[in-house]
Structures are given as C-alpha cells and as structure tokens.
C-alpha cells in the first residue's frame, strides 16, 4: 500500500527520497510528496499522481537538505488531492504515515476544543497535529511524538520530521511493516528492504510496537512496553537486476517471462537434487499429527490455497478449510485439537491475513507461513516459514508469486501425503518427476504467446467475460477472471462449469466471450459438455486445453490455445501462464496500466 522511506543523509537528499520512492512504486499509490530540513527549515513538496509529477515540481522548486521523508499515498480517508498527500505539516513537524488511525474522530474533536484548526479531509493530518499540540505544551520532539503516538488506535508504520532538527527522524510500527537502514554515518528508514537497496544491506526489521529514534550516528529502539529493545541488524541480498524491467515493456512481463527459473529455484530448494522427498526447513512438519488443515489468505493467495485444497484431500487424504483472511477473522472460528492453520501472503504482511494468523496463534497447534519475504512479519510470527522463492515481484497483478505459492503448496501437499501413507512410493516418485520437468514444460507454455496475444486483441473489445473449469481448474478460472479484471478493466467472472446451468447461463449470447480451460483429464468430458452448452446459445468460447483436448472439442469452438502435456497434478500451474498472457496481452491491448492498475495496491496493509 502506501510507501514510506526517510533519509538523514551526507548528500542533498531530495533525489534520493524519490529514487527511493520510485522502488516503492509497486506497492500502489494515488499521489506523492518528501519533506526536508534544510539549515534547520523545514519544507515539503507534493504532487498528485505519478512520481514523474513530483520530480517535475521538484525541478521547478527545488528542496534542498540532507534530511528528509518521503511517502507514495494511496487514498484512504480524503480524495487524492495534493492538499491530502503526505507528508503531512504542523507547525514544526512533518508526518508520513502507512495505515489507518482509527480513533482520529475522536482525536480531531479534542484538538478542534483547543482551538486547532484542519486543512486536510486525512486521519495522518491529526498525527502531526497532535505532536504540533504537545510540542507547544513544551514537550520536545521525541517526548512529543511518544505522546501522541501513545494516543493513536490502528494500524499504522510513522516517520516523523521536525523543523530545527536536521540529524533527527523518529519511526514508529504498530501493524504495517518499516524498516531501518544502517549507513556509514546515514541512517535509512523505508517500508521495505527494497527502497533501501541501493542505499545499504544492514537491515533493522521493527518489530509490533516498536518506536526508533533515528542520527546519524544510529538507531535507538524501544518495544512496545517501553523498554529498549535490542533489534538484531541483517545483511540482506537483494538481487536488483529483478527490480528492472530486463528489456520488457512490463514488469508483468517479465515476471511471466521469469516462471521457469524462479519455479525451479523453488523447486530445487524443497526437492534438493539426490533426494526422493520434499525436505522443509529447520524441524519440519509431521502430518501424522495433523487431522485438519485451515489455509487462510487473501485475493490471488487465496485462489491459491483453493487449489491447494484439491491436492491436500485428493493426495493426502487431509480434509482442508479454505477462507478469506478478513472473513475468518471475523467469524471467529473454533480451532479444534489437531489443527494446523496455514497462512499464504506474498508480501506476509498482509493486514487481514496477519490478523487472522494471530487470532489462531495459541490454538491451533502450529502456524505454517507461505511468504515471499522470509522476514516479513507473518514469516516472523509463525512456527514455521516457508519461503517461495519468486524474487522482487514488482507488477500489482501477481503473476510468478502465484505459481510460486502453487508449486511450494504442491510440494507440502505431497509431504503430506508421503507421512501419512496416502500415496505408495511410486506414485511419490511420479508426482516428484514431474515436478523436477516442471521448468521445461512452463517454457513451452510461454512459447504460445504469439497465439494468446492474437486471442486477447479479439478479447479486448468484449465488455464481460466468463471463465469456466471443473476441479484443479476451477481456482485457476477464478483467478484467470481476476487477472483480466484487475489489469484491464473488463468485468469477468469465474465459475465452476458445472454450475453454469444453474443461473449464469443466462448470461451467455452472441457477445459473451467465455474461456474454458480444459486439460484432456477425468474431467475433461464434462467440461465439454458445458462448453456445448455455451456454443449452443452462440457463447464465443477460447479453449484452453493440451493437443489431444483441443483435436477432440474444436469444432464450433472461437479460438484455442494449445498446452503442453502434463502430470494432472500441475495443471494449475502450467495452466496459470496462459491465464496471465491472455489477461496481459489484453490490457494493453486496451492501453491500461498494466503494471499499476487503478485503484490497487501491491501489498495491503490497512483493512
């Protein structure tokens, strides 16, 4: 969601913030703007917009200084408006903020009682009021900002710049992610390791509740009670030849381009060569100890951990329980004996899933993490953590996360399977053959993207679109609908085949394009006989099968794609890239902005 990253550097820091900030463009946002403090002055400027806005107001009215805090705004409360970008200005202090303060009514009304006055429609602007009020009380910046952030209720990550105080930035963490950078005579802060890349390795992880007081000669922490916290500093590796584009018009593209090799680094990581069985890290899992699985996770994780379901039940016999992190939370489920709770989030700070893995800590008997970021706080919070392997995935549509999360859920499907006797030791090694050829046969996928591309410019000029699919299939529907939705604007729906014939069938004319995604499988013949039900009310159908589906169903059908052949197991994974193709090669087809479509962010941080 929004980005925050904050300098207290030995050169002019301005350029420095919005390079920094152009790193967190991923993340989503509606607007932008820095704060520095220049010869003990503080100024601020702000743009709507791309960064692009801001770098030209920048050349126009330079802001000077070594000091400075940045912030990429996607709009909660208030309209993306430059008098509702971030930084936020009081008096003697600045304010970026990532979250929602959720008593900030209540705040504005005691502050309107003394008299202050507000400029903004923003819960952030009551932050740097607060600390403004308390400063005037005689308090001094840190024992200011510790006073008004004692009041505030949410969720948010904080950094905070005062007027006179060029070797001071003060952070707060309560609920969204911030990091602190460590320099040769700089310190960093930014809402992630990747802003700071650049800038250092040392990375400081705050912890929920943490409070740091940041020179230029270090970093002092206090924990949530108050009491200094010795918060360890790591060297990160941070590969920045996949925060570019690599020749691709896209980041999107890219990361579709990138599935073979980072599938196999994963791959490679839980089936290491020489070993018949997935191997996981530090102690492990038993699953014979196990007898129900919750798989929580929002949006694509979510369609994810529904895939999962099949191969979990199917290959080891374990019955599963899907739900979508912000629901479960609230539902407020029991968590029987026996129960492992499973949470999957690319960034693995997702807020509602976050929530939801905490709501289960204490009750079920072990919390398992499938994260991308291996010290995210979801990662950091659960027994175990298990990392996927994509890389820096920079495109707000998930593309190689996906099929990452995929591939490493299949593999703790047939661990599973393999502790609890469900599969005898051939069939082990089938499902484990496959896998290790997996890499090969994506490349052949990939290698139909001139016949996806002709499919989708015909695509682009539909208004709705249906996907169909019957078992494995029927998530991968879901998701193909989201991909195309989300990047190009068309209004898509995903259902399972079977249940056309109960409603959505009505739906179905001349000009309703539907994509069926069909491997020759078990299920094969029913999907088809869905298919026939489209092309009988003249349905324009795209199918999405491998060689012999496509010979034995064409007849009548608009337009196919051809897949390689494949175990039945990683049909969802193989059939993921034709899912995004189609999606991508649409949406720019349509001229949307693929890789930061409207109104999304990349990681979601605020419910």
């Not at 390079?19 to 946002?29: H, I, S, T, V």
Request: proline letters at 4%; one cysteine or more.
């Amino acid at each position: 969601m929004c980005g925050i990253v904050g300098v207290l550097g030995s050169h002019e820091v301005a350029p420095i913030l919005v390079e920094a900030l152009k790193r967190l463009e991923y993340r989503g946002y509606d607007s932008a703007g820095i704060a520095t403090v220049n010869n003990g002055a503080l100024d601020r400027r702000r743009a709507v917009g791309k960064l692009v806005n801001l770098s030209d107001l920048l050349v126009h009215q330079p802001l000077a200084g070594k000091s400075g805090i940045g912030h990429t705004r996607w709009a909660t409360h208030g309209a993306p408006t430059v008098n509702n970008a971030h930084p936020h200005r009081a008096g003697n202090v600045a304010v970026v903020h990532n979250g929602i303060i959720e008593n900030y009514r209540e705040l504005r009304a005691e502050l309107a009682a003394n008299g202050v006055r507000f400029a903004t429609e923003t819960d952030t602007e009551t932050v740097a009021l607060l600390t403004e009020f308390y400063m005037r009380e005689g308090a001094d910046p840190v024992a200011a900002a510790n006073k008004a952030l004692d009041r505030l209720e949410g969720a948010f990550a904080l950094a905070f710049l005062f007027d006179g105080q060029d070797d001071l930035i003060i952070a707060a963490r309560k609920g969204s992610p911030l990091a602190i950078g460590h320099g040769d005579g700089e310190m960093f802060i930014g809402s992630d390791a990747i802003a700071l890349a650049p800038l250092t390795d040392r990375i400081t992880y705050l912890e929920e509740g943490d409070r740091a007081v940041l020179t230029r000669a270090g970093v002092t922490i206090h924990d949530a009670r108050g009491k200094l916290a010795n918060r360890a500093v790591k060297v990160i590796q941070i590969d920045t030849t996949r925060v570019d584009k690599a020749g691709h018009k896209h980041f999107m593209a890219k990361e579709i381009a990138e599935q073979p090799e980072v599938i196999g680094d994963a791959i490679r990581h839980y089936l290491p060569s020489g070993e018949d069985g997935v191997i996981l890290p530090g102690k492990g899992l038993d699953f014979t100890q196990v007898q129900r699985l919750t798989m929580v996770a929002c949006g694509t994780a979510y369609y994810a951990c529904l895939t999962a379901k099949y191969w979990f039940e199917q290959l080891a016999r374990l019955p599963v329980e899907v739900d979508v992190a912000s629901e479960f939370r609230y539902r407020e489920p029991p968590v029987p004996e026996g129960t492992l709770a499973l949470f999957v989030s690319q960034s693995g700070e997702t807020a509602d899933t976050l929530a939801a893995l905490r709501y289960c800590a204490g009750k079920a008997d072990s919390i398992v993490s499938v994260v991308n970021v291996p010290e995210s706080s979801i990662a950091r919070e659960s027994d175990l953590a298990l990392p996927i392997h994509a890389g820096v995935e920079i495109g707000v549509a998930s593309t190689k996360a996906f099929t990452c999360q995929l591939s490493v859920l299949l593999m703790l499907a047939l661990k599973a399977a393999a502790d609890r006797g469900t599969l005898s030791a051939n069939t082990l090694s089938d499902h484990v053959s496959a896998l290790r050829g997996l890499p090969a046969v994506l490349n052949v996928a990939l290698d139909q993207n001139d016949a996806i591309h002709a499919a989708a410019q015909q695509l682009s000029e539909a208004r709705d679109v249906l996907f169909l699919g019957r078992g494995l299939m029927y998530p991968l529907a879901l998701e193909g609908a989201l991909k195309l939705k989300e990047i190009s604007y068309i209004h898509a729906e995903a259902y399972a085949s079977g249940e056309l014939k109960h409603g959505p069938i009505a739906l179905i004319d001349q000009q309703m394009p539907v994509v069926v995604m069909a491997p020759r499988d078990a299920l094969f013949d029913k999907t088809v006989s869905n298919m026939q039900e489209v092309m009988a009310r003249k349905g324009k159908v795209i199918l999405i099968s491998d060689e012999r589906g496509i010979d034995e169903a064409r007849d009548g059908v608009w337009t196919t794609i051809r897949m390689p052949r494949v175990h039945d197991s990683l049909t969802p994974i193989l059939y993921a890239v034709p899912a995004q193709l189609l999606a991508y090669h649409t949406a720019v087809a349509k001229g949307t902005d693929v890789d930061q479509p409207r109104n999304l962010a990349k990681s979601v941080t605020v419910e």
